[in-house]
């Protein structure tokens, strides 16, 4: 069985910033694809950055230049350091990874979400 546990979520000001955290866990064979996603109240999951094994990134253009994504691959962990935080980055956000177990795969999971707060 694999967990993804985000944590790093709260409520910050405008202008503000944050830092997430999503850590995979169990049968892992290999991890592919790692990222977050947001949703916020009545619209459409949107992905928000997502990062190769290889390291390399894609943003959403909504936060080019305020969040960094990145991973440590020895602890199958992903993060999103998120700077000049803006109302409207207000959403619930959720990791996401494209992973291979032992013998099978891959396969897309999923985390909980952290909710992220931004006060004007």
């Known amino acids: 069985q694999v967990q993804l546990v985000e944590s790093g979520g709260g409520l910050v000001q405008a202008g503000g910033s944050l830092r997430l955290s999503c850590a995979a866990s169990?049968?892992?064979?290999?991890?592919?694809?790692m990222g977050w996603y947001r949703q916020a109240p009545g619209k459409q999951r949107e992905l928000v950055a997502s990062i190769t094994s290889g390291g390399i990134t894609n943003y959403a253009d909504s936060v080019k230049g305020r969040f960094t994504i990145s991973r440590d691959n020895a602890k199958n962990t992903v993060y999103l350091q998120m700077n000049s935080l803006k109302p409207e980055d207000t959403a619930v956000y959720i990791c996401?990874?494209?992973?291979?177990?032992?013998?099978?795969?891959?396969?897309?999971?999923w985390g909980q979400g952290t909710q992220v707060t931004v006060s004007s």
């Open positions: 169990g049968s892992i064979f290999s991890i592919n694809t």
């Open positions: 996401n990874a494209r992973l291979a177990l032992v013998q099978a795969g891959p396969y897309n999971y």
